[in-house]
């Protein structure tokens, strides 16, 4: 293996130039270790192609020796998928950085794997369009990142994930073949979604060299609501509510009393009612035509509802937005807190929000739990304070709870290795023989990063 | 395997019941010819499960014995892709008629495989939502065969097709084994996707039994604009310019002189406007807040506008809407057409316009060609009169030339056993490569709808 390593690195060098195979350990270390520090690996060389057939060149060296590949984009994954955690070789994609001019035609855009989120966004909005994948780590993360992790962000109520963005993609398989559909046909029924597939399959499958995205329209109109409750239960009914009547949303967040006294408190803010209420929703809505009529039309069908308070002037639009997006920064200050990204169905939600504080104590007594997050598609942000922030038996508690109750382990963030160990719990046997089916299927040798999203082998 | 096949279909008696297992000859008959009339089969039998456990005990039994099976919704496919041409078993999935309420909280519903698209519509319509994928076989076509076909229908710009409506399945792989994942979970980043993996593979991969569908909000307003062009490409680059400026459009429409002038000959019905042009565009907005001044705006913006008329009321909507409807029945009246379903990328929608006509008259010279179809995503309806319904030679000229420019060869009706001879044409070797190690991964002694999607065995 040794030799067979040695041998495969300086063929790569033949492949893609020497300054791009790179072993000096002050350069590989940006590669070995993820942007929040909580995940490291070693790797024998990160190997930097620059074109999509240096790409398919230095995997068909890779898997005829079974060397074994992680792929990495702008390395701001959250679970350690990008990390070489086993002594994987590291394969970047930021040197594929191509972009093409917006199709106006189409609204799309073909982008190599390591352009950026920002980007992409960047160049829509030049040319009147926007994209619809929005997150924080927007100006590292990168294209062919994001399709591998099937990314969310802050727009997924409107526009979908990355999933729904991806109409064409180009991708090399384990042994360098190159699957390549970049056209832009928005509709085209003649054989299985590949694209589909890849999103999501966190490098386990094929690596992504570019893609073809769809863009959206612009809205030029944005107006915003809160709307306070006196029962979590009866939150939860508008946010179905507020899908039904207002088709223009783009966030339906939720946050609780807790949650707001303590950004309350923290930043000296006023609170935004008279009165205090124990839930709290927060719609968007963003149209070519204003949509505040239909808002408030939504919020007078609302019978259970406390106080409501809408804004259309930015200024105050923000002011409504920092009651819920201040609640990282306040749960910062009581230290790092323990973070756990979930999804649950509507029909546990309810629960789900009412016990996991119990659940939580049950195995960190002294702990806090912040509940908060993306309402509209039953993404709950659990912060656990007064913990560490890795602490496997919160991890294990929460998430078992979450199972029990029918809901995702993990809503955007994925599996990678972080969450491997619990993966077991959310899909059955039957689900994860045809994972492995489909990656034999795809990559009979194993070598496309081979420590994520499955279980260990058992 | 005649025996083994009579053992299989004693042993399904007992699984489904003797009502279930169908072989009278005129009960079978409307299960082995499509709606068309223009696909016919033959089948050992009809079989009829009426649960989940029944088709994995059927499709278990027939795996053991290597009996294919040919998986059947509403039979409302156009490919032939549910007919048994090659004497399969006939699955019917039709018993599973089993329709959940609307979860309003969620805005989802959960279907058997065997529920119409009609059914789903009317509770959720009644419930204050509406489903996203409508069709005119709405009745007969179930939630099964159009998760089987992507299927694509008259709203595919706004919602998407049907695999943008999936947010949860349940399948039957081709050895009885039971996939289920019906919670509904709008992010869920802990795996493979199955569920769009499924959709559109013709029954070639699982056998869907249930799906959670997602529910859309019902717009209240809703307005219609004609705009007539003097060029094509100006009507072109409308198509993408009010895709960029109006959020809320639900369709865009295209059709050209010819195709009008046979429609308002046919029907007696005035032109739209005094002058004659070269190409058309109909746009539908609808939302909740009146999208009428996004689209007005719109077609301010339009420096090659050569005529617009704008409608609010239903009765003048449907007028404008009649213009690009009647194209169906305008050509029927002079003879059957030979109809094509393909899509062009933008790039090259206006030489496929210009040219395709001379394309088929080089293999018929006495075919009239028109030209319609749903501009917003690319999909055209080539209409060809003068030649038989299923001439060949027609059909290979005009996918071919589709292939050169990078089209679609089959924009929503799928591969089937018709399209069959042409998707090597449009899909690489390296791509059918991966379909064919998909599908053995998942069906490896290829019992599942054996003789559709893939090219026949090299």
């Known amino acids: ?24 350990a002050e350069v590989v270390a940006p590669y070995t270790t993820d942007w929040t520090g909580r995940f490291h690996g070693t790797t024998p060389a990160v190997v930097r192609p620059g074109t999509t057939g240096e790409v398919a060149a230095v995997l068909a060296l890779c898997n005829a020796a079974r060397v074994p590949v992680v792929p990495q984009g702008g390395n701001t994954g959250l679970v350690g998928g990008g990390v070489p955690r086993a002594h994987e070789l590291v394969l970047s994609l930021q040197r594929l950085r191509h972009l093409d001019a917006v199709d106006a035609r189409a609204g799309q855009v073909t982008a190599q794997a390591g352009v950026t989120i920002g980007a992409v966004q960047s ?7 926007d994209y619809g994948v929005d997150l924080a780590a927007r100006d590292s993360a990168t294209v062919g990142g994001t399709i591998a992790t099937n990314a969310g962000g802050v727009r997924v109520l409107r526009y979908g994930p990355t999933r729904r963005q991806v109409v064409g993609y180009e991708a090399v398989l384990a042994d360098g073949r190159v699957l390549r559909r970049l056209d832009g046909l928005e509709k085209d029924n003649t054989g299985y979604d590949l694209g589909g597939l890849l999103c999501g399959s966190e490098g386990t499958l094929a690596i992504v060299t570019a893609a073809r995205l769809r863009l959206v329209a612009r809205p030029s109109h944005t107006v915003v609501a809160l709307l306070a409750f006196d029962r979590v239960d009866d939150a939860l009914d508008a946010v179905g509510e507020s899908r039904r009547c207002v088709d223009t949303l783009q966030a339906i967040e939720f946050f609780v009393r807790g949650g707001l006294d303590l950004v309350c408190e923290t930043f000296s803010i006023p609170k935004p009612f008279a009165a205090d209420h124990d839930a709290y929703v927060l719609l968007e809505a963003a149209a070519a035509t204003d949509p505040t009529p239909a808002l408030a039309a939504c919020a007078d069908r609302l019978a259970d509802l406390a106080d409501v308070a809408v804004a259309t002037e930015p200024e ?105 160990p619990w993966v077991h719990l959310t899909r059955t046997r039957e689900e994860l023989d045809v994972f492995r089916a489909i990656k034999r299927a795809l990559d009979p040798r194993g070598i496309l990063n081979p420590n994520v999203l499955l279980p260990a082998d058992r």
């Not at 293996?1 to 000096?24: H, I, Q, S």
């Open 1 to 24: 293996m040794a030799k067979d390593l040695d041998d495969v690195l300086a063929r790569a060098v033949e492949v893609v130039g020497p300054p791009n195979v790179v072993t000096d």
């Open 123 to 129: 160049l829509a909005r030049a040319a009147g369009w």
């Open 316 to 420: 105050r639009r923000e002011a409504l937005w920092r009651y819920r997006e201040a609640h990282t920064e306040a749960i910062n200050t009581l230290g790092p807190p323990h973070k756990l990204d979930v999804t649950l169905p509507p029909a546990t939600m309810s629960t789900f929000l009412a016990r996991v504080p119990d659940v939580v104590a049950g195995v960190a007594p002294r702990a806090r739990t912040f509940l908060f997050g993306h309402a509209g598609d039953g993404n709950v942000h659990v912060n656990v304070t007064g913990v560490d922030p890795d602490d496997d038996r919160v991890t294990d508690a929460v998430l078992r709870f979450v199972v029990e109750l029918h809901g995702s382990i993990s809503a955007e963030h994925g599996i990678g290795t972080a969450k491997r």
